[in-house]
């Protein structure tokens, strides 16, 4: 796709990322997300592009045959707009996963909560005489102590994380 033909023919004509990001103007890190698939460059840019590469833009968008001139800014922003549909909708599925996975952490939260409260700290009524009960004993204290203290503010930020993936209508 774009992606991969920006990246092969910058490749087959000897630049580097730096090197075609000098000629464009732009940083190199613009180069590298368009060849990671990351952003798309906007039509002007893709003729420079093609202009630096000494491509025509359909060879860049993946297209052999050869269009008339009126007709290329119309195709070049119709790919375009394919490719960016593509981004939008990975963009919203990695969204939803994260939202989903804020949500799953905060139940696991709430019910981690509510298993060691209704433990009540069984460990203090142990004999720590046997070693290994010690171990135990101490490491269950020590996850206890530290859960009690980090959760709240784990809690908040799954929660923060929630609002702030959820679809907006």
Known sequence: MLSENI?????????????????????????????????????????SLSEALETPASTLLGETVVEAPIDDLRALSEKLEVVNLQLASRKAARLT???????????????????????????LGWDFTDPETAVFGAAFHVFEWLFVRLAPLALVATIFGIFLTRKKA
């Open 7 to 47: 990246q092969a023919i910058r490749k087959s004509k000897g630049l580097s990322q730096e090197e075609l990001a000098v000629k464009l103007n732009v940083v190199r890190q613009t180069i590298s997300k368009w060849e990671k698939g990351l952003s798309v460059p906007d039509t002007d840019m893709l003729i």
């Open 97 to 123: 996963t994260a939202h989903w996975l804020f949500v799953s952490l905060c139940a696991t939260l709430v019910l981690v909560s509510a298993a060691l409260v209704a433990m009540n700290s069984p460990y």
